[in-house]
């Protein structure tokens, strides 16, 4: 569940390359900064970024990010939406078991970054591809 | 893609990432390690991540790619200079960077390679009955 309400039009970026893993990792960081989160707390969200950018080009076929601020009363945060219309995740509790993995990685893409969040949503069908949402919050 | 410099510095071979990597300049900088340990016979390793704001699971794996390879050419690699906020998203991530000996600073970095260079020659003489022992 997603809370608090988005301020101002989401940057996007596409995500078709390695090279646009590392646009997603610079976008996530400015946008960490400017809503103030500690150094730790953006070293955890744009790592979480880079494994799911990662997971987007690798298992997704490619798709887009999108970075939002949020704000929720007293505190800002970061929102990034990562979309693709890849195959979709089978087994969703299963992909997000440390160590699990289809594609030769170390399986903690997933379930690693899902720790590194304050909030972290799955969509994922066959039809649709797959649609996370992690939020990380100032504190 | 850009690539990461490789400097000789006496029988250490100095990996100081300054750039953000893509995967493919980090799988390359595992290459082009193998190849210059086994073209220089160097036999020390040291990765400066000082200048790197993240480590994901991608970068860690080269690691400890690195590490192992090296290990299997004779070389002893050791990471230096992860900064604080990256060691604890490592830790939280659940990357453990096995087998990968790791020091605060270049200097200490060399320090660990000499001494672990110097209990390597020791065992040698001790195994090889016909060579003086060394003196204590």
Known sequence: MTTGVDLGQPQAQAVRSDEDVVRVRQLVRTVAVAVKLSLVDQTKVVTAASELARNTLVYGGGGTVEVTTVENGRRKGVRIVFADSGPGIADLDLALTDGYTTGGGLGLGLSGSRRLVDEFEIDTSAETGTRITVTKWSR | MERVPILKIGDILLVSIQLDMSDQTAVQLQEDLAERIVATGCHGVIIDITALDIVDSFVGRMLSTIASISKVLDAETVVVGMRPAVAITL??????????????????????????????????????PDAETATP
Not at chain 2, 115 to 121: G, M, T, V
């Open chain 2, 91 to 128: 830790v939280e991530l659940g990357l453990s960077l096995n087998g990968i000996r790791t020091a605060l600073n270049v200097e200490r970095g060399m320090e660990l390679i000499a001494a672990a260079r110097a209990d390597e020659l020791d065992h040698q003489l001790d195994d090889d």
